[in-house]
């Protein structure tokens, strides 16, 4: 059984299919990059996966479950978590204050409404674990929004990480960084990797040579490879698709 895969998974936007019969089945415990030239369908497949974008036709299974169609908290409480998107952060609280509260919205039997003081005394351990793993122990008290761009994404993955994801779907986790930040993505997606099943959407080949035990790869909404990186990037269809494209 697959952690996460989809069947003939389509998305019509207007007529036009952005998605076109994706069958993926996730190896439980990998690292899995999806990649393909711009326009090739991988946010849309990605927005399919975390329950944001409804499929035209298909199907998607969790751990057995069909899951097509739910709603995105429903499949996040299944232990598949996004990285948020720094829009998603709560600039005028403090780094620690982004986690507890994300850990309270995780939270099954969480407080009804959240009360700063109460949720924080109740969280406080796990969130500081947390963010011992992304290595913002040392600026837990500051808010979020006086971070530096690269800690702020470290910071979207510690609420995702809040949701003790079984898989974690990163939609372009090291864009617009900086050189010396990809470098510390890369080895925070090393390190939270673990025991789980990991699939990111990224442009930089660098990454994907580094992370990816497992290659796929999207051209106008299909699947043309998917296999070892080694192999895919020999394969003669991904080479032609990446003809011409300067920022894949
Ligand atoms: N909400 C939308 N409405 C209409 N067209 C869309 C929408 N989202 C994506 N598309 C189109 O679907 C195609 C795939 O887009 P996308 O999934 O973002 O590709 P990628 O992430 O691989 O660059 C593109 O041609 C894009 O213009
Ligand atoms: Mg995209």
Do not use: C
Request: net charge neutral; aromatic share 6%; hydrophobic share 50%.
């Amino acid at each position: 059984m697959s952690v996460l895969e989809t069947r003939e998974l389509s998305k019509d936007f207007a007529g036009f299919r952005a998605v076109d019969r994706v069958s993926i089945a996730l190896d439980d415990g990998k690292v899995h990059a999806l990649v393909g030239p711009n326009g090739a369908g991988k946010t849309t497949l990605f927005h399919m996966l975390t329950g944001f974008v409804r499929p035209s036709a298909g199907r998607i299974v969790a751990f057995g479950a069909d899951v097509t169609g739910l709603a995105p908290f429903r499949i996040s409480r299944m232990g598949i978590a996004r990285s948020f998107q720094i829009t998603s952060l709560f600039d005028r609280r403090t780094v620690l204050e982004n986690v507890v509260l994300a850990l309270h919205v995780a939270d099954p039997v969480n407080l009804r409404f959240w009360e700063s003081e109460r949720a924080v005394a109740r969280y406080r351990d796990r969130a500081s674990a947390i963010l011992e793993e992304v290595g913002l122990a040392a600026v837990a008290a500051r808010t979020a929004g006086s971070l530096p761009y690269g800690q702020k994404r470290a910071l979207e993955l510690a609420l995702a990480l809040a949701l003790e994801p079984k898989v974690l779907l990163l939609d372009e986790p090291t864009s617009g960084m900086s050189l010396e930040d990809v470098q510390r993505t890369i080895a925070l997606v090393r390190q939270v990797r673990a025991g789980r099943t990991v699939l990111l959407v990224e442009h930089n080949m660098g990454v994907v040579a580094e992370l990816a035990e497992r290659v796929i790869v999207m051209q106008q909404g299909r699947v043309i490879a998917d296999g070892p990186y080694e192999a895919v990037r020999r394969d003669p269809a991904v080479i032609t698709a990446y003809l011409g494209q300067t920022d894949a």
